[in-house]
């Protein structure tokens, strides 16, 4: 490795190590200090190192953490293995917080439910990111009640709902689904979030008699889909930002 890749490599590290041993890939675009390296494209460097570097890992697709902070860092997040509940709970808070971010860079109000605003995306509560805690009466009482448990919603300047979100990690999105049902009489698009995997499980449910109405509305987008709309918005905004 060249002196100047080297010398990158080594400031994406310690600032990854001073953001705690952790950091996303659209945190570090804004946090590296890239001005005096000599490429047009310092993003595509960033995210080159952290895919290549033996001293960094990954923790989820788009969540990076340096291999000498393995321990503290996944301890932190209370990580213990793939499959356990903690890691159902982490990611499922994970791509909630990263909805929201993309929403309010979108420049939309976004919500997320009251049983959720505790959980935390990295270390920061839910409740935090979003514009607002309460959900806007966009409709009768009913309706409003129903779409206080989606899991995330973005809102128009008019306080209408934009886009419903749901992240479905592991559930059979039954229930999710009935959701978009009962939320069909509005102009919003209805989107569910899930592991690739689980993109034939998406396409068996939707095809019952129940679905019907909602069928053509409801789009399947994967984790590793809203992470590159995440980094795309992040890329885009670090540039404006370095003008």
């Given amino acids: 490795m060249s002196k100047r890749k080297s010398t990158q490599e080594y400031q994406v590290i310690d600032t990854i190590r001073r953001n705690g041993g952790y950091a996303t890939l659209g945190s570090l675009y804004h946090l590296v200090d890239t001005s005096k390296w000599m490429t047009k494209t310092p993003n595509e460097s960033i995210r080159r190192i952290v895919q290549m570097s033996k001293d960094i890992f990954r923790i989820q697709p788009g969540l990076w953490a340096l291999e000498e902070c393995r321990d503290e860092v996944l301890s932190k997040f209370e990580l213990k293995g793939k499959e356990s509940k903690e890691e159902e709970r982490f990611t499922h808070s994970y791509y909630q917080g990263l909805l929201v971010e ?16 505790n959980r935390k995306f990295l270390e ?8 607002i805690v309460k959900i806007p009466e966009f409709g009768w009482k009913g309706i409003v009640e129903r779409a206080r448990t989606v ?26 689904l009935a959701k978009f049902c009962d939320l069909q009489d509005y102009h919003s698009r209805f989107i569910i979030v899930a592991p690739e995997n689980r993109l034939e499980h998406f396409q068996n449910i939707i095809q019952r008699t129940a679905f019907k109405d909602v069928k053509g509305r409801v789009q399947f987008r994967t984790y590793e889909l809203i ?14 930002e370095r003008i």
Avoid at 102 to 117: E, F, H, L, R, V
Avoid at 124 to 131: E, V, W, Y
């Fill in 151 to 176: 899991d995330v919603i973005w809102f128009n300047e008019r306080m209408m709902p934009n886009s419903f979100f749901e992240v479905e990690h592991s559930t059979d999105m039954q229930n999710s």
């Fill in 102 to 117: 993309i929403g309010n860079m979108k420049n939309c109000t976004t919500y997320i439910p009251a049983q959720d605003k």
């Fill in 227 to 240: 992470i590159r709309q995440y980094d795309t918005m992040c890329q885009m905004k670090a540039l404006v």
């Fill in 124 to 131: 920061k509560p839910l409740k935090d990111l979003c514009s």
